[in-house]
């Protein structure tokens, strides 16, 4: 039987929510593989993988910033070790400050961002005075610019630690509920795209493949199975399409159906969300780390 390390059993049980031994049965069954033991998780159990909320795992804040015609506008993440440092007003400044710099300067990756002029310096020589100032180290991880000849909107929620950034043609005022409908998803079902003709055919072959095993398990004939999973692909794509999603202010409509009462169009949006992706240790794992090693 192979060895599974406790680090990758802890990994699988964070995006797919599951418990550590059934987590650590799937990875022995795929042979170590997380992926492939992901794949089976689902297909055993329905599991929703990668679950937005679940990887927010470390501190900082999302800077916005956008021009005073609309047509540009930048957000920025700036990450801290703590969540009191988040809230200080320099760090908070700071953040809004990359904001600006990149919807001016528009560079073209951190470390060109890094090497800008900022107040009396560049925007590294900055953020290292911030260190010795605050005690914590303190990163620039990631930005995103847009830049468009019709309008952009940008979200900001609970202080900064979702930022949401929409390009669209129309009222603005349905830019910024889109927006918020975006930021809301966090809690659910994040949209991966605008609409079913963007989603990744590979994408949808993977899911495919999942709802077909999990529909054979039912032991239905063939033709139902077919019917099953169709009609499971269809729901998944309106599930993570924007225009598909029922609309945060009210789900008895569609934000495709909301748009068109605009008369409004989303041509873009971008999604942040603090310390997504980053790694950071769980105190609360560990009794059940203990407790897995033992058997």
């Known amino acids: 039987m192979v060895e599974i390390p406790a680090k990758i059993v802890m990994e699988l049980r964070r995006v797919t929510g599951l418990g550590m031994m059934e987590c650590k049965k799937a990875l022995q069954e795929a042979e170590g593989v997380i992926e492939k033991a992901e794949e089976l998780l689902r297909i055993k159990s329905g ?5 937005a909320a679940d990887r927010v795992t470390a501190e900082g804040i999302i800077g916005g910033f956008v021009a005073a015609d609309g047509k540009k506008a930048a957000l ?3 990450n801290c070790e703590t969540d009191f440092v988040a809230r200080n007003d320099d ?4 953040s809004r400050q990359l904001a600006q710099t990149v919807t001016e300067k528009n560079p073209a990756s951190v470390d060109a961002l890094s090497a800008l002029p900022l107040e009396n310096g560049s925007v590294e020589s900055i953020r290292q005075e911030l260190v010795q100032k605050i ?3 303190l990163s620039v991880r990631r930005f995103a610019y847009r830049e468009t000849p019709c309008r952009i909107v940008q979200y900001l929620h609970g202080g900064g630690r979702i930022g949401v950034m929409v390009e669209l043609e129309g009222d603005e005022a349905a830019g910024k509920d889109i927006a918020l409908h ?3 998803s ?3 079902t994040r949209p991966v795209c605008i609409s079913k003709d963007q989603v990744p055919q590979d994408l949808i072959a993977k899911e495919r493949a999942i709802f077909e095993a999990q529909a054979a398990e039912s032991g239905k004939p063939a033709d139902i199975v077919a019917k099953m999973v169709d009609g499971r692909i269809a729901k998944y794509l309106a599930e993570i399409t924007l225009l598909g999603q029922p609309f945060v202010k009210n789900p008895d409509e569609t934000v495709e159906q909301y748009l068109k009462s605009k008369n409004a ?6 999604l942040f969300v603090v310390g997504e ?7 609360d794992f560990a009794a059940e780390v203990a407790a897995m090693t033992k058997t």
């Open 47 to 51: 599991a929703r993988a990668n679950k």
């Open 76 to 78: 920025v993440e700036v």
């Open 91 to 94: 760090f908070i400044h700071f």
């Open 135 to 137: 005690g914590e180290n």
């Open 182 to 184: 975006i930021a809301a």
């Open 186 to 188: 966090v809690a659910g």
């Open 265 to 270: 169009k989303v041509l873009s949006f971008e």
């Open 277 to 283: 992706g980053i790694e950071k240790r769980k105190d």
